[in-house]
């Protein structure tokens, strides 16, 4: 699909067909995030894929939302800060990093006719123990990944020239 084409189509699905991914299309993802750019190339992330069948109780524990659970996929994209290059003033790109990550994800599903929905607000807390994650990995970003079963709505986007200024502010 022409890029500018997908990202007009790309949009937050928030119910799923039971329909499982195939493994081609599942790994067409997770390539397009391994190639995602990042700080200094230290790819500071991990991408758990997680089969929802049989975890239900636990994602709804990191987010509630029925539909999360609906998708046979969860995927969590976590970041490893310690490792992370660091600007000189002392601030840490692992959530630019990851965020980079997760659009590449987002936007290859889409190009693969799969849905998925950027989750942010979900519990840190309950992510960690579900995922066993140590200390020093971040949970940053949660989407379910599947074949959508709903249609999108249309897009509210504020204009452009409301968004961009040029040379200064």
């Known amino acids: 699909m022409e890029f500018s084409e ?15 991914v ?4 599942l790994q067409e993802v997770l390539e397009a995030a391994r190639l ?12 758990i894929v997680i089969k929802t069948a049989g975890r239900e109780e636990d994602l709804a524990r990191i987010y509630k939302p029925k539909w999360f659970i609906d998708a046979p996929y969860v ?3 976590v970041g490893l800060p310690e490792g992370n290059w660091v600007r000189k003033d002392g601030r840490n790109y692992v959530d630019v990093d990851v965020a980079i990550v997760m659009d590449h994800l987002i936007l290859a599903a889409a190009n693969a006719g799969l ?19 140590p200390d020093e990995v971040e949970p ?4 379910p990944l599947g074949y959508a ?6 897009k509210r986007r504020r ?3 409301d968004l961009v200024r040029y040379e200064r502010w």
């Open 75 to 77: 995927i969590a994209a």
């Open 6 to 20: 997908l990202i007009q189509q790309r949009y937050s699905v928030r119910a799923y067909r039971p329909t499982l």
């Open 36 to 47: 995602a750019p990042t700080a200094a190339n230290r790819q500071s992330f991990q991408l």
């Open 159 to 161: 204009p452009l020239t």
């Open 140 to 143: 940053l970003a949660f989407t």
């Open 149 to 154: 079963d709903d249609e999108p709505a249309a």
């Open 115 to 133: 849905g998925t929905c950027w989750i942010g607000a979900f519990d840190p807390d309950a992510a960690r123990e579900v995922l066993a994650l």
């Open 22 to 25: 195939e493994e081609g299309k």
